[in-house]
T-cell receptor, first 109, second 112 residues
Framework: EDQVTQSPEALRLQEGESSSLNCSYT??????LFWYRQDPGKGPEFLFT???AGEEKEKERLKATLTKKESFLHITAPKPEDSATYLC??????????FGTGTRLQVFP | KAGVTQTPRYLIKTRGQQVTLSCSPI?????VSWYQQTPGQGLQFLFE???????NKGNFPGRFSGRQFSNSRSEMNVSTLELGDSALYLC???????????FGPGTRLTVL
């Protein structure tokens, strides 16, 4: 059965304290891996798409990487406005998106 | 460019009633997907429509149904509401089926 697991469930960081979020997956066929950010009461906001192992994407303080079994979202020198839930989703060959349950990030000043 | 819009934003219903939610995709996007989000289960895929045809379906009972119109707007319907149907229902649109999905703000459904 296709499965996506995110860790940790929650993460508290001091402003400026870099860290990484993990998304591991076991799926029958990977078409792409997506990262989203979700703020309370809002829909997920698209961040990155990764298609093949070794690929990396960057946007401001965020960098996403992909291996054959997992993806990391690295957050460098986070700010309080980076506080949100970060969701990982895997698109399988049927084009369905399977989401992890997310990592709730809190960044304190 | 306007984003994905969903109406209504909030809805309160009682058990046994039915509800219809609406989603207007980004202009030019042809694929619309629906998700249910709850604190315990996270985002669960309901179904996907492309050019008025259902392409994929998640593991939800037949009480959940949807459709897509020729202008790509989509509706989902839930009949005989149960307490467990209380959730945030999200709609997402894509330009084509394999592209990244862009989400609307969601409809918060509360079943009493």
């Amino acid at each position: 059965e296709d499965q996506v697991t995110q860790s940790p469930e929650a993460l508290r960081l001091q402003e400026g304290e870099s860290s990484s979020l993990n998304c591991s997956y076991t799926v029958s066929g990977l078409r792409g891996l997506f990262w989203y950010r979700q703020d309370p009461g809002k829909g997920p906001e698209f961040l990155f798409t990764l298609y093949s192992a070794g690929e990396e994407k960057e946007k401001e303080r965020l960098k996403a990487t992909l291996t054959k079994k997992e993806s990391f979202l690295h957050i460098t020198a986070p700010k309080p406005e980076d506080s949100a839930t970060y969701l990982c989703a895997v698109q399988v060959f049927t084009d369905k998106l399977i989401f992890g349950t997310g990592t709730r990030l809190q960044v304190f000043p | 460019k306007a984003g994905v819009t969903q109406t209504p934003r909030y809805l309160i219903k009682t058990r046994g009633q039915q509800v219809t939610l609406s989603c207007s995709p980004i202009s030019g996007h042809r694929s619309v997907s629906w998700y249910q989000q709850t604190p315990g289960q996270g985002l669960q895929f309901l179904f996907e429509y492309f050019s008025e045809t259902q392409r994929n379906k998640g593991n939800f009972p037949g009480r959940f149904s949807g459709r897509q119109f020729s202008n790509s707007r989509s509706e989902m319907n839930v009949s005989t509401l149960e307490l467990g149907d209380s959730a945030l229902y999200l709609c997402a649109s894509t330009l084509d089926v394999a592209n990244e999905q862009f989400f609307g703000p969601g409809t918060r459904l509360t079943v009493l």
